[in-house]
């Protein structure tokens, strides 16, 4: 029996227990006198004692968890005492008491105690109604490791397992982020226990999609598919295209919906969303148009996801007026749209320059029960700085902004920084800057690498690099677009040690340097007549598994025509037209001036002849200066005396 010494009067007053003088002297109690301590007043309009004796009668029968027996846990923890008022009060201890003890707001610790001396039990052996108890208790907790031991010992146990309790195990385990454990039971349990029902095997690959692991959820699907009597249900179809579409296997995704079809399934509101975003994707517009119709054919209602998606797509491919009407319709329909929809439909409206509709649309919100948030706040400003509008109406949006109680994020701050670079306004993009800092944001690279490029344009090549350092300090590293920026204007101003220097670097510290880093440093090479070295890099660039851009054959061109000849930049010119890279108008200009400067005149009304053909612009100073010099050019490309 547990003794109950010098019991502290404030902490009996607080569990409502009597003061009397046995709770402070050791006595010798009966088993009965334990229970009698803890047993609840009866009102004083008590009922019959035939009534009473019935009651006792269907209580002991139902087994309920008597209260007396929860106060002795409460207080007296787990012991003999707990084990003898067990025998008092006639608790049957069998798999009903177990869950119902485990379900008791009692010290955790007294449950484990608890069931294992449940356990020990003889005639009584814990099922699986039991050990999933304890297992959510233990979820409950946070103890992952009592978690995991505990589902260990019930698959190792001779309990019958089913496939709803397997289903449950994997989700706990999802939850406690134990994929790898989740998987290894599964198994286990399948091989030994149970055979996985449809809703098993969707526990199993929700829990993968949500741990973003895609590429094991075809393979459960496949397994799934195998086992011949467990098919996919609705549920089971929506992950899968999901997972699918994620993975970028579009063709497979449009697969399993038409199969789940032809399964007789009706697909859902999500199903039919990601195949509209999947179809918007592939560019097949009219197919996302036609599914959006057979959508609402079959009955199943569009949610705002969908037309999210809907608008979306129709935005990207600028169908601007189609998708706006389909926003209105929706509206009229009685949809409540929200807050990522309607910063759609803004941005919609922004990029196709009716800034004046999306202010509109943002002015309703409140009547839509919709409260604007950053992102509606940073696309209009980013669409304010796309149309020129003046710096004053910008800046009170961003005022408004911070009085509608709305914190600006990194993106607002890239934004303005980037948009007042653009209008030539250095010194307010610094302040940005500095106001971004003192915000504690962590240094923006896209907002570096703005002010990096406007300090380099006005030829602050220290305060650029000082800049770029600094941004290095704080992060670490940069990214590939910086240190582009940075050895382009080395490059410009004749640096270009400190440019190859750069470039070496950011290999160096596993920054993979990209097309525009490559173009970068070519471009120095060439202003710095190292046409040879720069063929060499654009070797070497595509030997790296960089493809190079129109832009990086022009560089080469450019050297070429300034340092190899007429004849070179011809034969460069004539590779382009006969590779995937086709010449643009810079091509042809380039070459141009270099016959110009030759005197090559014949030679360069044949090409401007060509240019027109191809529908590009010669360069008008250079078109000048062939008229000046020979006369002017006919209909057919030919040079005419002046």
């Avoid at 643009?584 to 090409?607: C, I, K, P, Q, W």
Wanted: positive net charge.
């Amino acid at each position: 029996m547990i003794q109950v010494e010098n019991l502290a009067k404030s902490a009996v007053s607080k569990r409502g227990i009597s003061t009397c003088s046995c709770l402070f002297e050791r006595v010798k109690q009966t088993e009965n006198e334990i229970v009698k301590m803890f047993q609840l007043g009866r009102p004083k309009d008590e009922t019959p004692k035939s009534e009473q004796r019935f009651e006792k009668r269907k209580n002991c029968s139902s087994r309920a968890l008597d209260e007396r027996f929860v106060r002795i846990l409460k207080i007296f923890k787990w012991g003999p005492d707990a084990e003898k008022a067990l025998d008092v009060l006639k608790l049957k201890v069998d798999h009903r008491l177990v869950r119902e003890v485990l379900q008791v707001d009692v010290d955790f610790n007294v449950k484990i105690q608890f069931f294992k001396w449940a356990g020990k039990r003889r005639n009584f052996e814990h099922d699986s109604t039991t050990y999933m108890a304890l297992i959510r208790c233990l979820e409950e907790a946070g103890l992952v490791g009592g978690l995991w031991r505990m589902i260990q010992d019930m698959v190792k146990s001779s309990c019958a397992i089913s496939p709803a309790e397997l289903s449950e195990i994997v989700r706990i385990l999802g939850r406690m982020k134990m994929v790898d454990k989740a998987l290894a039971i599964f198994y286990q349990i399948k091989i030994r226990k149970c055979k996985p029902s449809s809703s098993t095997y969707n526990s199993i690959i929700l829990m993968l999609m949500r741990e973003g692991r895609l590429e094991k959820v075809q393979e459960l699907y496949n397994e799934m598919c195998r086992d011949g009597d467990c098919f996919p249900d609705t549920l089971t179809y929506s992950a899968l295209i999901s997972a699918f579409s994620k993975l970028g296997r579009d063709d497979f995704a449009i697969r399993l919906f038409d199969e789940m079809k032809e399964n007789g399934l009706n697909p859902n509101p999500k199903i039919y969303t990601t195949l509209l975003g999947v179809y918007f994707k592939l560019g097949k517009v009219e197919k996302a148009l036609g599914l959006m119709k057979e959508m609402k054919e079959m009955g199943c209602a569009p949610t705002v996801y969908t037309y999210t998606e809907l608008i979306r797509g129709l935005g990207a491919v600028g169908r601007v007026e189609e998708g706006y009407s389909i926003f209105l319709n929706m509206l009229n329909e009685g949809y409540k749209p929200d807050v990522v929809l309607i910063n759609n439909v803004i941005n919609l409206l922004g990029r196709a320059e009716r800034l004046t509709d999306a202010i509109k649309i943002f002015e309703r919100m409140e009547l839509m029960e919709c409260k604007p948030n950053v992102v509606t706040y940073n696309t209009i400003i980013k669409s304010l700085f796309d149309l020129k509008y003046p710096l004053t109406e910008i800046m009170s949006w961003y005022e408004k902004m911070k009085i509608s109680s709305v914190s600006p994020s990194s993106f607002t701050y890239s934004i303005l920084i980037d948009g007042f670079c653009k209008k030539n306004n250095l010194e307010k993009a610094l302040l940005m800057l500095e106001e971004m800092d003192e915000k504690g944001f962590p240094p923006c690279p896209a907002a570096y690498c703005s002010l990096i490029n406007s300090l380099g344009r006005a030829k602050r090549y220290d305060a650029a690099h000082e800049l770029f350092q600094e941004l290095k300090e704080n992060c670490g590293s940069s990214s590939a677009r910086v240190y582009a920026v940075m050895i382009k204007h080395f490059g410009k101003c004749g640096r270009l040690t400190e440019a190859v220097d750069l470039f070496n670097e950011m290999k160096r510290l596993g920054c993979i340097p990209d097309v525009y880093a490559y173009n970068a440093l070519m471009s120095g090479m060439v202003r710095s007549g190292m046409t040879d070295e720069a063929q060499l890099l654009l070797r070497t660039m595509e030997e790296n598994g960089c493809t190079p851009d129109l832009n990086s054959y022009n560089i080469i061109l450019n050297g070429l025509a300034k340092t190899g000849g007429p004849q070179m930049a011809m034969e460069m010119l004539k590779k382009m037209k006969n590779s995937k890279m086709k010449p643009d108008a810079v091509s042809y200009n380039t070459v141009l001036g270099r016959l110009s400067r030759a005197g090559m005149f014949e030679e360069a009304a044949n090409l401007m002849r060509e240019m027109r053909l191809n529908g590009l612009q010669y360069d008008l100073i250079t078109y000048s200066s062939i008229l000046e010099a020979v006369g002017q050019v006919d209909e057919d490309g030919k040079l005419v005396a002046a």
